[in-house]
């Protein structure tokens, strides 16, 4: 299996993979603000859930 592989991504998998990283930014910058702190599990399981799809369609032969 190659790491890197030339595709053409699809609209709403680039649109996951970019709300991924959205989120888990938020997770890590705020990680000890008081207010996000009890919803940092949340937002890294919904920035997981977003980033399966496009990993699986990335790596898909």
Known sequence: MR???T???N???VWLLKWCAFLFGIAAGAYFHAA???YVWVVLV?????AI???IAYWKK
């Open 53 to 55: 799809r496009p990993a």
């Open 7 to 9: 595709k053409i991504w």
């Open 11 to 13: 609209w709403w998998d």
């Open 3 to 5: 790491l890197f592989i």
């Open 36 to 38: 996000v702190l009890p």
């Open 46 to 50: 919904v920035a997981v859930l977003l």
